[in-house]
């Protein structure tokens, strides 16, 4: 049989066939396909980076941590002692008219129009502010709204950090029975404005039940449980489900037994009151707060935490960054605000602003106490663990690593979970943002929260 000669093609062809094949593999560089080596090669299980030697030691002196626990009991519970709202309507107002200004887009990737917010405003109702005044108990896992809708404001899709999952309107999530005070309601009673511990914004009327005085003496009991575990289903005495407990959310302690903890959770009844029913928890689910603040503990409450998503604003009740860092130490006692920028100025911190990044390294490795220094820059926090080959390692909830698209256009390499890694995840990738910089690069302040050995 006679063979076909062989086909020869012209040079520009081949040219543009290789031309194509560079041009697929910038594109798959820059889609973030290209792995972060942190991730493959560090243990992501935060307890596997304890020092053996100091994983017993207290960090904290039982006297402090009671003194600690004291004062997050009371901040916890303040929502309902309050007779007046404790924010202005101005803070309430500033946001319709900032999302006024801007009315971004909807989820369906277009522009909300003029008559979004003015329907809005409308059912906000902010004329008749406070037009409420009482204290409550969110009955289910729910949502701070900074406006009093369940539709999403993203301010672009054109670039990273400003489309899904990043809704501008998504302040933060709340757990089960949090107490709150709620000053306004909504024109169509489908809203509530609510002040809990550590946030104000818009939550559904249906998310919560009124307390009185009689239910809240019964709950302050003195004596309290934190759940230690993620999503911990809870029933009654009965066997009924009523709802999955966050980690860090903390319950009215009955008493303890061999089987794990007595405990009281508040439901609804008819009427929208809250009424309180005995449930059982688990030992393995919870301990009495405060628990010993110990690294090996921290450790084993981080190591829940690990491989959880990235929630913005706990979108999806996931969590980002602070939220993450709050909920940790909530078992220890330690009361942290919501966002990362107050956290930075809890307790005592070292300015690392100005220092050369190796000497930067060097103080965090050597002031640094593992499993309980916050290190922090503008917009992001970690919690320091130790060193590995003489890198600080860090556990932190974070969205990705700033990437160089194609022609230069700004993108991220998704991480979009909690996870351990260096002061430098993706340093290694060809599309790695150097001017951005790195964590390392771009950390201000190394913090030790109130009580803790610098």
Wanted: net charge positive.
């Amino acid at each position: 049989m006679r063979q076909k000669p062989p086909v020869i093609q012209p040079a520009g062809n081949r040219m543009l066939r290789m031309a194509v094949i560079a041009l697929l593999l910038v594109l798959g560089a820059c889609s973030g396909l290209e792995p972060i080596q942190d991730l493959r090669i560090l243990d992501q299980n935060p307890a596997a980076h304890l020092n053996p030697v100091d994983s017993g030691r207290p960090i904290m002196d039982a006297q402090s941590q009671l003194i600690e626990s004291k004062a997050f009991q009371d901040r916890l519970f303040a929502p309902w002692h309050r007779q007046a709202p404790e924010y202005s309507k101005s803070f309430p107002e500033q946001k319709l008219l900032e999302f006024g200004r801007n009315p971004g887009y909807g989820e369906n990737r277009r522009p909300h129009d003029a008559a979004w917010i003015r329907g809005i405003t409308r059912n906000a109702d902010m004329g008749t502010y406070p037009n409420a005044c009482f204290p409550a108990i969110t009955i289910r896992n729910t949502d701070i709204r900074a406006l009093p809708t369940h539709k999403p404001h993203f301010t672009s899709f054109q670039s990273p950090g400003q489309g899904y999952p990043f809704d501008n309107l998504q302040e933060s999530s709340m757990a089960v029975n949090t107490p709150v005070f709620v000053s306004h309601v909504s024109r169509d009673r489908a809203w509530v404005l609510a002040e809990s511990h550590y946030c104000l914004g818009w939550i559904p009327a249906a998310d919560i039940a009124r307390t009185d005085e009689a239910f809240i003496q019964a709950w302050q009991c003195g004596s309290y449980i934190c759940m230690v575990k993620d999503e911990a289903p809870i029933c009654d005495e009965s066997g009924t489900y009523h709802f999955k407990a966050p980690l860090g959310s903390i319950f009215p302690l009955i008493a303890k037994n061999d089987a794990g903890y007595r405990i009281r959770i508040a439901v609804p009844d008819e009427n929208r009151r809250a009424v309180i029913k005995p449930a059982a928890v688990e030992a393995s689910l919870a301990c009495i707060q405060p628990l010993a603040m110990t690294t090996a503990n921290v450790a084993r409450v981080a190591m829940e935490l690990s491989g959880e998503p990235y929630g913005w604003g706990g979108i999806l009740m996931n969590r980002d960054c602070s939220a993450m860092i709050k909920d940790l130490f909530a078992p220890f006692g330690i009361w942290l605000p919501r966002n990362s920028s107050e956290q930075a100025e809890q307790g005592r911190f070292i300015d690392l602003r100005n220092l050369p990044d190796a000497e930067k390294k060097t103080r965090i490795l050597t002031d640094g106490v593992p499993f309980a220094t916050l290190l922090w820059f503008k917009g992001h926090i970690m919690l320091y663990i130790g060193g590995f080959r003489n890198e600080p390692l860090v556990f932190h909830n974070t969205w990705g690593v700033p990437t160089k698209g194609l022609f230069g256009k700004s993108d991220r390499a998704i991480i979009g979970c909690a996870s351990v890694t260096t002061l430098a995840p993706g340093r290694e990738r060809r599309d790695f943002d150097r001017k951005k910089g790195t964590l390392l690069q771009r950390v201000e302040r190394m913090i030790f929260l109130d009580g803790m050995r610098p």
